[in-house]
């Protein structure tokens, strides 16, 4: 049975006597027309909120450009981020929702717990300065750019101490992975990672396992680094070692007094795991000082 949600009560009402309920959920943006805020527009929070209160077999499908708040999250048992997934997105969310396709996608961003957590709380508005929408003061250009500097993203919220709501490179499946014999060496000017894979459920899946390096005492700024990933598809009991070369410019720190990237020595922390906040796996590493062509 379909509602269109717009009476929230009518859709409790609806809810509570059937056997699942899949509520979809949007936050349009397009160039120039930018979302206000993290919330989901159209009182779509409360919606939610109800509905779940009302049969905790709710499945939220998120349509959107970008994070949104989830206010609602301990209600629900899943949410299934879809973004504007085009004509054909209605099969593709179906077929991951009935099961004939296994979920492996991870997220391109990170999903703060609110807008405090950004290096901007707050979005300039043109319409407030301006009388004309096509008319954009020249102050609403001059944005500080030394928030967050080169800490951007899954980094900013490392550097800052925040646990957002879901992190960069985040995301699940019908199916469980392990990690093991993580390992970390140099061969010759290349840093080599490898890490063993298992599937240990029951279903075949795909996973994405992520590396990051950093260096223990952040000189010279620098925070943890996605330095490199591998996508595997197994089969249940499966295993599979993965192996990257990291590409030594994802280490190094650009010097404009030689114009070159630049590894500083010393000793690296490298960590593997799901996401940029689950990295449970580490070795250490020694890196020799070099400087690498621009």
């Known amino acids: 049975m379909y509602d269109s949600g717009e ?33 989901l527009p159209d009182n779509q929070d409360a919606l939610i909120e109800v509905v779940a209160k009302a049969n905790p077999r709710t499945t939220v499908v998120l349509e ?25 997105g209605g099969e593709a969310i179906a077929g991951v929702l009935f099961g004939s396709v296994n979920p492996s996608g991870r997220l391109p961003v990170t999903f703060p717990q609110d807008e405090s957590q950004l290096p901007r709380p707050t979005m300039r508005d043109p319409s407030t300065t301006t009388s004309s929408p096509f008319v954009v003061p020249d102050e609403f250009f001059s944005e500080n750019y030394n928030i967050e500097g080169a800490d ?51 279903v075949k899946g795909i996973d994405t396992p992520q590396f990051y390096i950093e260096n223990p005492s952040r000189k010279n700024g620098f925070t943890s680094r996605l330095v490199g990933w591998d996508r595997v598809e197994l089969k249940p009991g499966h295993t599979k070692r993965v192996n990257v070369t990291v590409d030594p410019r994802l280490v190094a720190r650009f010097d404009e007094r ?37």
């Open 7 to 39: 009476d929230i009560q009518r859709a409790a009402r609806l809810a509570k006597g059937a056997d699942a309920v899949i509520v979809f959920a949007q936050q349009w943006a397009t160039e120039g027309v930018d979302a206000p805020d993290l919330s």
């Open 64 to 88: 959107t450009g970008g994070p949104v708040k989830m206010p609602w999250l301990n209600r629900v048992p899943a949410v299934l981020e879809a973004w504007y997934s085009g004509a054909k």
């Open 152 to 202: 951007m993203g899954y980094k900013w919220y490392e550097r800052e101490g925040k646990k957002p709501l879901f992190s960069f490179g985040y995301g699940l499946s019908y199916t469980q992975f392990k990690y093991s014999n993580f390992n970390a060496e140099t061969r010759g000017s290349k840093l080599v990672l490898s890490m063993d894979v298992t599937n240990r459920g029951r």
């Open 258 to 294: 030689f114009n070159s990237w630049h590894i500083h020595a010393g000793s690296y922390n490298v960590s593997a795991g799901a996401n940029a906040m689950d990295r449970p796996h580490k070795v250490r590493v020694r890196l020799d000082e070099r400087y690498l062509a621009p």
